[in-house]
């Protein structure tokens, strides 16, 4: 299919959160004590939330950065290109990239919401997630309806206002949840615990996919402090496979039937191999571990329940049978370091040459309008949908790479590969000032 | 091909030391304070070193036992196939499983002999190691010229030390070593330290490989106690891409360029997605991380200097010319529980079905005989390596599973999944009682 003519919807972008996303949502007397934005001496902006700082991750926002001025270093709002945080900007760059729909993972919070989890009063913690989650339904998604995908922020530490909260803003059209590829990490019951179970019946209930996002246990996994940076940002999304395996193994997909994952950036390309070797570990294990999969094999228990993603996986997309055509999607990764944007329709169409259409549009668009139920083309009509057609909406977006906006480089200079600890200490670098 | 032309070489089998290692190759006054093998009133063999008791576990040495009765109890010599131990029997064992040759990673020293290398007696460490690896080479490999690929374990602690070990070994015609996939947690600097320079040096002058087996930094990973055991078992090949980063973004590949290096018991399906994810960062990052292959893609780069090897992987076959059909080579795992023992050649023959046979032959022993540098049809003519030829030498080898043997189930009767808790817990029974 030519990059023209493809229908891209991604199930993996970012918002940064801009600084009145708990304007319109809490009751007066929760303003004060609100997550709000600071600007620093030393030029970022930081989220303040009852006493501690959160920063914006320079790699996490670099789109229409060059990259040779990517870095870790904290930044601020100006440093970012506007679609970042601004969803009326966002939308340009949606189309100037052709892309239709977007479901967009949230930044200050952590991709699981495990700020508000760390929070000691829980009655605060509630309030400021139900606002943000109504601020990203209402005002982000709800500005531009059909154009993005609803995912909500989940309560972790109660399982049952975790159920409430699925059903609430599944009330509110939203079906789709993140939560952590590693609970146990952030202090709580593993996946194995029926504790969640209220949590998986609302989903299984509400037709919600439950997004597990790589990183959203306990962080970045670093191999030693020496190590250049390139071996996580190589392995991170391929580390999916923990939860993956933590998931396939586990009661959950046995006893909640209609029940559905998404591995969120967890790349396809070594998925073919994952549900190989587990058909053979249950062939070869399954009479003394007493695994029970009632017949079936369990890369087929998996095609019904979890879904994938991709963002540029040429060897994943050859091998799309052996992962299950039906559960492939697509992701754009805006505004993170990954991201193939502005030139999406070109790499995807390189990807995919070669593969019959009707395949293409179930990998670009049918499956993640399907399983996340939404009727783009209620909004919209399908021949204004294209690549091409979107493109020609996005008048005046300048594509240009903005340099000198930010990126404080990790080595000074031509210099030497950029380690574990450089990046950690650029990172840290935001605690050593406090806000104006 | 047909399974019975098959002329198999195993990369990646273990051998389970018998009593007598420490007999030929230690000066007498050292022969008291060599490890030995005690009997134990709870039926299990251990060996007993330095005030220290180390278990054969029930996994580790299945082979011929049905795998209702797998655990991971502790076994004695009694309740293994004879096989695991006895070189004669192994190479009955071999031959009635079409095998030609075999390099046979150590069991109760560790996988990279982690054993010495806690020892605070250094000295004593040394020669213990040594008397091991000539154990290894003259008595093990060297009951059967032509059949055994050498493999030394390393004196990690010195690499002095190391390097010399290396080249006096390389002197007896060994030209494998095994390595940590994660120095730093046992202590050492990681391989992104100058400190291994002298040990990539002697290995890359003595065209040694340096075999990094899975599991050989702090052991299995676990993500909770009531996971299911089946999640470890699944996902530990796949770990090893962890190793696999740490080394391409190394600068050990870019300054050794003779070195090499295999990847024991990986597997290859997620190669082909590592490989080219490896290229898609560097593409992406390399101008503000510093790396730099001197015009090659990290891709090209791996495949100078990395091995892989597969046990039964239709997926890696299917996709043998991304990973590159020059680095594959073949393994057994005899006796652990993953092992296709004695129906290797079948097993195979289903996954290289319609692989033309020059492709057949590089990846079943020509790229294990060349570069392990063994010249097994030296010993041996061609004709006489097949499955078949091997086979028919196999007069009287019992294959039949023996009940009984051992495998205490980890969940008594038809039961519950079994837990990384219950196999803690049978692992831990041993350290509860004393030798006899």
Known sequence: MRADDLILVSVDDHVVEPPDVFAQHLAPEWQSRAPR???????????????EQIVNVGLNAVVGRPPEEYGMEPTSFAQMRRGCWDVHERIRDMNANGVLASMCFPSFPGLCGALFLRQADKELARVMLQAYNDWHVDEWCGAYPGRFIPLALPPLWDPKLLADEVRRLARKGCHAISFSEAPQELGLP?????????????????????????????????????????VMITVTPIYSVTFAADLLWSRVLKQFPRIRFALSEGG????????????????????????????????????????????????????????????????????????????????????????????????????????FRLDAFRHRPREKCTAAALRAEAVGVDLAPKSQLGGKPPVAGEGRPVTTQDILSQLASVYATVPE
């Open 190 to 230: 593993s996946l194995h615990d029926p504790h969640w179970d209220p949590f998986w019946t609302a989903c299984s209930d509400e037709g919600t996919v439950i997004c597990v996002h790589i990183g959203s246990g306990s962080g970045m996994k670093f191999t030693s402090m020496e190590a250049p940076v390139d």
């Open 268 to 371: 396809i390309g070594w998925i073919p191999y994952f549900l190989e070797r587990a058909d053979y570990v249950h062939r070869h294990h399954h009479t003394w571990t007493h695994q029970d999969f009632a017949g079936k094999l369990p890369s087929e228990v998996w095609r019904e329940h979890v879904v994938t993603c991709f963002i540029d996986d040429a060897v994943g997309l050859r091998n799309r049978h052996a992962l299950g055509l039906e559960t492939i999607t697509w992701e754009c990764d805006y505004p993170h370091s990954d991201t193939t944007w502005p030139n999406s329709p070109e790499a995807l169409a390189r990807s995919v040459a070669g593969i019959a259409d009707g395949e293409v549009n179930a990998i670009t668009h049918e499956n993640a309008l399907r399983i």
């Open 37 to 51: 934005v600071a600007h620093k001496a030393d030029g970022s902006d930081v989220w303040l939330f009852n006493g």
